[in-house]
């Protein structure tokens, strides 16, 4: 059975990174054509542009992994039902269930590989690929939120009504120290600045107020250099942030995010959870792929690469859906983002079970 082995995982792995090839050259084509535009806008370089390119390739490749690995899978399973192979495979005392092992093994290295990749590596080109969307594809980013209250440790509290991105720039500052119920001290400014070259914030027209007891004691200044654990990467756009942060990051932010009691926090759980959820939907559908292709069909492969789409197209407009209602909050993020592997898991297990051997 080893030969066997061998000659099916080659011909998966092999299925596998040419429909990889493909889709990403479609996908690459229509992705200059339509940001050809900026390209020209901003007189970028060939050098610039292929470097884009050489961070957007890796991505796209596996963001698509799971349906490319599924597409194979029928590919491949499909052609050796309609050349009889698999009849002589089972004929010969083969059982089904060890017919899988080949296709999972293949399915388990392209998931350990797709993990590794979106866990740590990729994520670090993306913070260039999402630089150069972000500088030379949209629009500039204006921080237009009112009235900032943001919790930036656990007993100090900041608070701004305005603050505005370019300048680094914000107005009626206040930071204040709260023991238990007990307000210790309050730190008021008309505005507060970003100093570039020692990297801290410089408070103008403050006001301190510190609180003992019954007592209060009153400071003014004009300038107070203070360090504070925000920065002004805190106000930048965060679109598409989330792709850039490995694991390790991914859980930093989070926590960070969570102690300040931001409400933005599901799409980097999410995001983390995604992570985790990939691997296993690359197994799940290589299985379900092998079933529904490993029957000798009227309509000939066609028909079965077809039924393969249609599936495919299913799990992903189920996952989008899933994944819309974990980010608006209206599901818990785990169940959203395991929904679309559940249902598929369950489908696998009754085409298993109900199939003609």
Do not use: C
Request: charged letters at 20%.
């Amino acid at each position: 059975m080893k030969i066997l082995d061998g000659y099916i995982l080659k011909k998966f792995l092999s299925s596998y990174i040419f429909v990889v090839l493909i889709l990403v050259a479609i996908i690459t084509m229509i992705d200059i054509t339509e940001k050809s535009d900026d390209f020209l806008e901003h007189s970028l370089t060939f050098s610039q542009i292929s470097t884009y390119y050489l961070d957007f390739i890796p991505w796209i490749a596996n963001l698509i992994t799971p349906i490319t690995v599924f597409i194979a899978a029928v590919f491949v399973t499909s052609k050796l039902a309609g050349h009889t192979e698999i009849v002589a495979m089972l004929s010969s005392g083969i059982s089904f269930r060890r017919l899988l092992v080949p296709y999972l093994i293949g399915a388990v290295l392209i998931a350990a590989a797709s993990f590794y990749l979106t866990g740590w590596l990729i994520p670090d080109s993306d913070k260039s690929r999402v630089a150069f969307l972000s500088e030379y594809t949209h629009r500039p980013y204006n921080f237009s939120q009112n009235n900032i209250h943001i919790k930036i440790a656990p007993e100090s509290y900041m608070y701004m009504k305005n603050y505005n991105n370019h300048s680094k720039v914000g107005h009626q500052f206040t930071l204040e120290t709260v023991s238990g119920n007990q307000l210790i001290q309050k730190l008021s400014a008309r505005r507060v600045s970003w100093n570039e070259e020692e990297e801290n914030w410089k408070v103008h027209d403050w006001t301190l107020r510190e609180f003992e007891g019954r007592s209060e004691y009153i400071t003014q200044g004009k300038e107070l250099d203070t360090l504070l654990n925000i920065s002004p990467k805190d106000f930048e756009s965060n679109k598409y942030l989330e792709q850039t942060l490995t694991i390790n990051e991914l859980n930093s932010t989070i926590a960070l995010l969570r102690s300040r009691g931001a409400d933005n926090v599901e799409t980097f759980v999410v995001e983390k959870y995604m992570r985790f959820m990939s691997p296993f939907a690359i197994i799940i559908l290589t299985f379900i792929a092998v079933i529904v292709s490993a029957r000798k069909s009227r309509g000939g492969v066609g028909f079965q690469i077809a039924l393969g789409f249609l599936i495919a197209f299913v799990y992903i407009i189920l996952f989008m859906l899933s994944r819309e209602f974990a980010l608006k909050g209206e599901v818990p993020p785990l169940i959203g983002v395991w929904v679309p592997n559940i249902i598929f898991t369950f489908v696998g297990f009754v085409l298993y079970k109900t199939m003609r051997r």
